[in-house]
């Protein structure tokens, strides 16, 4: 039920995008009688477009508008205030609206889960093409729009091999090259060719319709075309149905590298074709053996030549980090379109540019740049997908384009069937001499039955000439049924079959360090009792290839900064990374459900998410140990809780000032109105958790980092800031800069790992050593930039715990719920995620109220602090702290706080009230969200009485407040 | 003879020899002794030793044979080609270590050492054979997880302590690694796969680990 009416929807989105730039936005019933008036204008107008990427859809349209013959638009005359461009934006918009569409149904036929768990996406779609294509079909009496060979083989078709090659698995690649080699090979040549004759000899039986017309090499050429396996159709089809990893990346690996076969076939039967085949000379025959070695080889080195480019390019872009996807991109596509050019296999290209770029790529560019990389070529192959999918089905629907033999239709598929499993078996059977573990029966039938076709048929089928190719329409319309009847009814029964069959599914383990490291340990291990056997076997050519690249590729390609790190600790810093995710995935929905009963920790036990106990245990054990001094043991659950609490308040107080940042600025600016940057945080924390009320819950809770803060925060913590704080005091005594340049050159040392850091990953997890400061800017952000960022986040020294504490590097990934009663204190460096929320906020909200100087050197910040916004905000911390301990500075906000100058202790105290007063105000339950321009006097009253609370009130009342003096 | 391998476990001795030999041919019946010195040798082993060998291991007699040869070409000044006589040669452990094609092979010094029944890297041509027949594709699973655990078992503790990881560590990275990263790695790698939480892993750990990954030992094969 629900799946229908999913797909009236889609249907109706669909009808409706296809309606607006078929009719021009007129309804259906007018779609007739507006046709002659507009079309010709877009018509005509299509003639200045620019060339590019609107041109081949521009060309599946052509039909439409040159169907009507042209009368004169009725466009101008006078000047109109509003005028109707569509003709103007019509190309944009209409692949605009294609890929709308496209996301749309995708969106919607997910929503139910147990409807695409049994069909899969590659149905769905090419169903709603159909009907699409029926429904512009029955509005317009015209099939307009086709699966455009040129926009497929140069747009989409790219888009799709060049997110598998990228992300192709090398090594389960190469290890199973050898069957992939075979099949693709010998196996599309077996299918081709058998296929191609034996139709040939249906046709001489006379089961295939006379008005089929066409020679032996008509035959062959259809053969070829038909008998390839389509790398969209396999991807789209075993995508979902998770068999194991080295079926699919035999069959996969099939689909693409049979391309070269197929080019070759193609053309050298097209040229035969069109040349007679009586004409056909004995030396052509070895042409196309020649063509084929040149094909395949060719369009493998024109990949690796551009991963060589592509790799060696990226070693510096260290300074232009922001066109580092850009790279990857433009490289990746100029290797497909550069085989393509010299008429190379363009799929071998762009899958071995994928393949051989990967490692030094991924070890070149920044993080950020590979999620990018990442998110970017998922969306793109998606959609591309997508659309291949739905226009197959819409091309289905033109029936001029075809016409249908019985005979030919199901000889075609029969054979096709047959000749692929015959085929599998054949060279299974042969393969399994060789193979260390062989493919048994159940893979083979996997295998046989896995062999979908797809749109490249579909594609080079279109692509015929018919004025040579005579019965081109029987195989217009044999090669769509052929491509239905796989990707549809196959598609739709291999996961029973599987399923039914047993076939050893793919597991999406995460692998653990454990295996990385015996992987390379057993590979050693093997290449060297080959070597003392003296064979020259698998293991030693890939012994022999890492020895290769390891002393000579990686230095060439990759920067000397990465190549120097093993393999092995990446992988180990990726788990360890991955680990801490999780955990804290799995913590954040704890808190969430426990929300409330936070004190108590009863929830904790029933901790749902964690799929065994002793993986969560691991994983909340070793994860923790993410910076050097890791912990062995379990934290208790007084521990934890103590620290949940911790978390919570940390996301709602105040930010607590941090003394660490006065060196960097003037005392001259410890005047600023506390009173004001308090208000502002009340009321960007409000409109923050009004903000993430609208998020997901997710990352709200540290569990790990939790504990590990815990064990370790609260004792080393304080213990550098006491150690670090006098030096800088001193430091700050004398600077009188009020531009603040936050960075220290010890903190310089980490930098040029730096801008691989990321703020909007969640959690930048850093296992280094401890000078290393993890959270710092890169130096070129520019100036002005710089006083929007916090100053250096890292405290003096901070402890490794609180470097690695997801809360300041998420982005406002606070919690959102305060427990009123528990008060603490907590020197937390929530700065960078404080800072970048608030300066998002900040755009949002009024300006920073920066009234009220009673102090002189408030209006010297004041007008410091207009043009740069956020400094203004930071700079009571270092006003406070700067001016600490022997001169005390009156407090303009809370007037009646003055701490005189004094003895170290008075100052202390006063530093420490100074600082419990923005946690006080917060103690409050959290106020309403505050409309954003309300956040000036109304707030302002209460510190003082609430500083006076905290200072009167006996620690012990709070029951997990550390008391001042910790800090 | 492959279900005992099988049933063989590691934890049962201590240091001396805890492993299940393949071939032992000292320990013939008189009559095969006999036999073995009237039948005429067949090329360099006697037709029946190849056949012993062929029942104790997972190799035909040819491959006996050509493993034969190749241990004859690892030290032809020391091996004789008629094996019927001398049954005791062994090759010592340099001249497998210095071998070219080794050069580069982090493991080379520790497999040979893990395979020799003496564990000094002393390579009799009963070990030879042992050698590939555990890497063979035939062998029991259970047997080359016995291997994969001696090979790492440095201290020979019949535990995968520290030491062994940081041993196997650098070795695998060359010593790029701090110390400090490979104390971390090592840490990482004990609490995953430390099931009885001794902060150290016993076979039994190293089993049920390598079990997780079932594609893990499939792989550790060599044809020869």
């Known amino acids: ?967 | 003879m492959a279900t005992s391998h099988a049933s063989a476990t590691v934890s049962s001795h201590a240091k001396a020899a805890p492993y299940p030999k393949l071939h032992d041919s000292r320990r013939l019946s008189p009559l095969l002794e006999w036999m073995r010195h009237h039948i005429e040798p067949l090329e360099s082993l006697t037709a029946l030793e190849t056949t012993i060998f062929k029942d104790c291991t997972y190799f035909t007699r040819k491959e006996i044979l050509r493993l034969h040869g190749r241990y004859h070409e690892l030290a032809p000044h020391l091996v004789p080609l008629d094996y019927t006589n001398e049954p005791d040669v062994k090759v010592p452990l340099a001249l497998i270590v210095n071998m070219p094609e080794l050069k580069e092979n982090p493991f080379r010094t520790r497999i040979v050492e893990s395979f020799s029944e003496d564990g000094m890297g002393n390579l009799s041509f009963n070990d030879f054979v042992d050698m590939f027949s555990v890497l063979s594709e035939m062998a029991p699973r259970e047997l080359k997880a016995i291997y994969a655990f001696k090979i790492y078992d440095f201290n020979v503790d019949n535990f995968l302590c520290k030491e062994d990881l940081e041993k196997t560590l650098n070795k695998l990275t060359k010593e790029e690694l701090t110390p400090e990263e490979v104390t971390l790695v090592c840490e990482k790698s004990i609490e995953e796969s430390d099931l009885d939480g001794d902060n150290k892993l016993s076979f039994a750990d190293f089993e049920n680990m390598i079990s997780r990954a079932p594609e893990f030992l499939s792989t550790f094969h060599i044809r020869i």
């Not at chain 1, 594609?459 to 009847?485: N, P, Q, R």
């Not at chain 1, 698998?538 to 000397?560: A, G, I, P, T, V």
């Not at chain 1, 609208?694 to 913590?717: A, E, I, L």
């Open chain 1, 1 to 967: 039920m629900l799946a229908v009416s999913f797909l009236l929807l889609v249907t109706v989105a669909g009808e409706a995008a296809a309606d607006l730039y078929l009719t021009e936005s007129l309804p259906p019933e007018l779609a007739l009688s507006a046709l002659p008036v507009t079309t010709p204008t877009a018509h005509h107008q299509s003639e200045y477009n620019q060339p590019g990427s609107a041109r081949s859809v521009r060309s599946a349209e052509e039909p439409a508008t040159t169907t009507d013959n042209g009368e004169s638009s009725h466009h101008g005359g006078g000047y109109k205030i509003v005028q109707w461009e569509w003709s103007y934006v019509q190309t944009p918009y209409t692949i605009a609206m294609w890929l709308l569409v496209a996301s749309f149904a995708k969106i919607l036929f997910h929503f139910s889960q147990r409807f695409t768990t049994v069909v899969p996406e590659s149905c769905i779609l090419i169903i709603i093409g159909l009907v699409l294509g029926g429904v512009v079909l029955i509005t317009n009496k015209v099939p307009l729009y086709q699966l455009d060979p040129g926009l497929f083989f140069l747009f989409l078709l790219p888009t799709i091999v060049g997110d598998a090659g990228y992300f192709m698995p090398a090594r389960l690649f190469f290890d199973n090259l050898g069957p992939i080699l075979m099949y693709a090979v010998v196996g599309t040549l077996w299918n081709a060719f058998c296929t191609g004759f034996c139709l040939y000899g249906m046709k001489m039986a006379g089961v295939i319709d006379e008005k089929v017309e066409g020679g032996l090499m008509e035959f062959l050429l259809f053969g070829a075309l038909i008998s390839a396996v389509d790398p969209v159709a396999v991807l789209a089809v075993f995508e979902e149905v998770h068999v194991n990893e080295t079926l699919f990346i035999i069959v996969f690996g099939e689909s693409l590298l049979n391309d070269a076969v197929t080019v070759v076939l193609y053309k050298v039967y097209i040229s035969f074709v069109a040349v007679g085949p009586g004409n056909v000379l004995t030396a052509d025959y070895f042409k196309g053996v020649a063509s084929f070695l040149i094909v395949s080889i060719g369009g493998t080195l024109v990949g690796l030549i551009f991963a060589v480019i592509l790799a060696f390019t990226t070693r510096f872009t260290k300074k232009v980090r922001s066109i580092e996807p850009l790279f990857v991109f433009l490289l990746v596509y100029l290797a497909y379109l550069t085989a393509e050019l010299f008429s190379l296999s363009a799929i071998l290209s762009l899958t071995f540019c994928g393949i051989g770029c990967n490692k030094y790529v991924e070890a070149n560019i920044s993080q950020k740049s590979r999620t990018t990389v990442k998110y970017t070529m998922k969306t793109l192959a998606s959609i591309a997908e997508t659309i291949i999918f739905i226009f197959l089905g819409i091309s289905a629907v033109d029936k001029s384009k075809w016409a249908w033999d019985t005979g030919l239709v199901s000889c075609t598929l029969i054979f096709i069937f047959v000749f692929r499993a015959m085929g599998v078996v054949g060279q299974t059977w042969f393969l399994n001499w060789f193979r260390l573990v062989p493919l048994d029966k159940i893979d083979q039938v996997v295998m046989s039955y896995g062999g979908l076709r797809g749109a490249v048929a579909f594609a080079l089928v279109v692509l015929l000439d018919e004025e040579h190719v005579k019965g081109k329409d029987y195989f217009v319309a044999t090669t769509i049924v052929v491509v239905f009847f796989t990707v549809m009814f196959q598609g739709l029964t291999i996961k029973p079959l599987v399923g039914w069959l047993k076939v050893p599914r793919g597991t999406k383990r995460k692998p653990t360090i454990n295996e990385e490291i015996h992987e390379r340990a057993f590979d050693h291990v093997l290449a060297a009792v080959e070597d003392i056997a003296g064979l020259n076997g698998y293991h030693h050519w890939r012994d022999k290839w890492e020895q290769f690249d390891k002393n000579y590729l990686s230095k060439l390609l990759m920067r000397k900064s990465v190549y120097r790190k093993s393999e092995l600790w990446e992988a180990y810093q990726k788990i360890n990374i991955r680990d801490a995710i999780s955990v804290i995935d799995q913590g954040g929905n704890v808190l969430t459900s426990a929300r409330l009963s936070l004190p108590s920790m009863a929830s904790r036990t029933s901790f749902p998410e964690a799929t065994n106990v002793t993986n969560y245990l691991r994983e909340n054990g070793s994860g923790v140990c993410l910076d050097l001094q890791g912990i062995d043991t379990v934290p208790s659950a007084k521990v934890e809780e103590e620290t949940e609490t911790h978390h919570v308040l940390a996301g709602n107080l105040y930010k607590p000032r941090r003394r660490y940042h006065q060196a960097h600025y003037s005392r001259h600016f410890m005047t600023v109105g506390d009173q004001e940057r308090q208000d502002r945080e009340v009321f960007q924390r409000n409109m923050r958790s009004r903000l993430e009320s609208f998020k997901s819950t997710r990352h709200k809770r540290h569990k790990k980092d939790r504990s590990q803060k815990k064990r370790r925060g609260s004792d080393v913590k304080e213990k550098d800031q006491e150690t670090n704080d006098k030096p800088r005091r001193n430091v700050s005594w004398q600077d009188k800069d009020p531009v603040a340049v936050p960075f220290e050159p010890e903190e310089s040392k980490g930098e040029h790992s730096e801008p691989e850091k990321e703020e909007d990953m969640g959690i930048t997890f850093v296992a280094r050593k401890a000078p290393e400061t993890p959270k710092e800017r890169p130096k070129s952000v520019p100036a002005a930039l710089e006083g929007c960022q916090s100053p250096p986040v890292v405290p003096p020294s901070p402890t490794c715990a609180e470097r690695t504490l997801p809360w300041k590097s998420g982005l406002g990934t606070s919690p959102v719920c305060v427990s009123m009663e528990a008060t603490k204190i907590i020197p937390i460096d929530l700065q960078q995620a404080w800072n970048q929320s608030m300066s998002s906020l900040e755009s949002l909200s009024s300006p920073p109220v920066l009234s009220e100087p009673q102090h002189p050197r408030v209006s010297a910040l004041s007008r410091m602090g207009g043009p740069i916004r956020p400094l203004s905000s930071l700079m009571p911390v270092t006003g406070i702290s700067a001016g600490e301990s022997s001169n005390p500075v009156p407090n303009p906000a809370t007037g009646e706080f003055r701490f005189p100058a004094g003895d170290e202790e008075e100052s202390a105290l006063s530093h420490q009230q100074q600082e419990m007063q923005p946690l006080m105000s917060s103690a409050r339950p959290p106020p309403p969200p505050p409309p954003p321009l309300a956040h000036g006097s109304a707030r302002r009253r209460n510190p003082c009485v609430y500083l006076r609370n905290l200072v009167t009130t006996p620690p012990g009342n709070e029951p997990y407040s550390r008391g001042p003096t910790q800090l």
